[in-house]
Every structure is written in C-alpha cells, then in structure tokens.
C-alpha cells in the first residue's frame, strides 16, 4: 500500500526530473563535443527531442494532478462554491473524453509504427515506443482526472472540506 500511495504522489515528478536531467546533459554534451571537441554527436538531438516529447505528455497529467493548467476562470468568479464544484466536474468530464480520444488513437498510432518496425536514423529505437508517449501519457492524465472527478464529487456531497479557488486554480484546504 505504501508503494502505491508514493506512486501517486511523486510518479510523474521522477519521471519529470529523470527525462529532464537527461535532456539538459544531452544537449550540453552536444554543445561540448561541437564547439570544444570539434565533433558532434549524431543522437544527441535526436535523444533529446524524444525526452522532451516524454516529458510534455508526462507533464500533462502532472499539470492535472496539481490543478494547474490554463483556465479561464471568469465564469468561475460569478458562481458560488456549489456552482464552481459543478462546473470543474464538468469541465473535467469534457476532458476525460477527449484524454480517452487521444489514447484510443495514439494506440492505433504507436501499434502500427511498431508493426511496421520503424526506427529512428540515428538512434535506431522503435518510433512506435515514442507515440506510445501519447496513449501513456494521456493514460496517466485519465487517472488524475477521475480523481479530481472524485474529490469534487466528495466534496459536492460534503464529504471532503475542500474548496475551489479560482485564482489559484486548486483545491485548499478551509481552516475552520
């Protein structure tokens, strides 16, 4: 159980710091062997894309887990608490679909490429494990999703004492 509870909360954040360390050394061994060794790399940008294109799938679903992507909040000022749980689990709902869109295709995409066993030019790695960054990063996305689902249902039917901010676009705790 405590496997599962620290998966939950630091999963995508070591799967962040591990494709972003790696992209930063790439790319500043990239720029060693070019201008101080006077030979580059032919997989470095190569690598580095790949981590970077990871790294963005994977960050969606941690922007969904800490509540802080993008929104516009205007209608949210005009509701009251009730109205604005309402609202973020419907919002949440239109963006389940389209997360459920998104993997179902980018499986149908990454299954294929694997299939055809298409590889990158300079690495030689399997194009169909990068799209496969798609599907699991939209899968993770789902997951955090459904749980936001249930904490606003929670606290819908006064189970939980959380509440939404808009200005800040997450749920705090009320001190009573």
Same mark, same amino acid.
């Given at each position: 159980?405590?496997?599962?509870?620290?998966?939950?909360?630091?999963?995508?954040?070591?799967?962040?710091?591990?494709?972003?360390?790696?992209?930063?050394?790439? #790319?500043?061994?990239? *720029? =060693?062997?070019? %201008? $101080? @060794?006077?030979?580059?790399?032919?997989? /470095?940008? !190569? +690598?580095?894309?790949?981590?970077?294109?990871?790294?963005?799938?994977?960050?969606?679903?941690?922007?969904?887990?800490?509540?802080?992507?993008?929104?516009?909040?205007?209608?949210?000022?005009?509701?009251?608490?009730?109205?604005?749980?309402?609202?973020?689990?419907?919002?949440? #709902?239109?963006?389940? *679909? =389209?997360?459920? %869109? $998104? @993997?179902?295709?980018?499986?149908?995409? /990454?299954? !294929? +490429?694997?299939?055809?066993?298409?590889?990158?030019?300079?690495?030689?790695?399997?194009?169909?494990?990068?799209?496969?960054?798609?599907?699991?990063?939209?899968?993770?996305?789902?997951?955090?999703?459904?749980?936001?689902?249930?904490?606003?249902?929670?606290?819908?039917?006064?189970?939980?004492?959380?509440?939404?901010?808009?200005?800040?676009?997450?749920?705090?705790?009320?001190?009573?």
């Amino acid at each position: 159980m405590k496997i599962i509870k620290w998966l939950d909360d630091h999963f995508e954040e070591y799967l962040l710091i591990i494709l972003s360390a790696t992209m930063v050394f790439v #790319i500043a061994l990239q *720029v =060693f062997m070019r %201008f $101080i @060794i006077g030979s580059s790399l032919i997989w /470095s940008e !190569e +690598l580095a894309r790949y981590c970077f294109i990871w790294l963005v799938y994977i960050g969606i679903s941690y922007g969904v887990k800490k509540q802080r992507h993008i929104k516009v909040d205007i209608v949210l000022l005009a509701l009251k608490d009730r109205g604005k749980i309402i609202l973020g689990i419907l919002a949440n #709902i239109i963006f389940f *679909v =389209f997360a459920i %869109f $998104i @993997i179902i295709n980018g499986y149908v995409l /990454s299954s !294929e +490429l694997l299939s055809w066993g298409q590889t990158s030019p300079a690495l030689d790695f399997p194009m169909g494990v990068v799209y496969l960054a798609t599907p699991v990063g939209m899968s993770l996305t789902a997951i955090r999703i459904i749980q936001q689902i249930i904490k606003q249902i929670r606290t819908l039917l006064g189970h939980d004492n959380f509440e939404m901010k808009p200005e800040h676009e997450h749920y705090t705790e009320i001190k009573d």
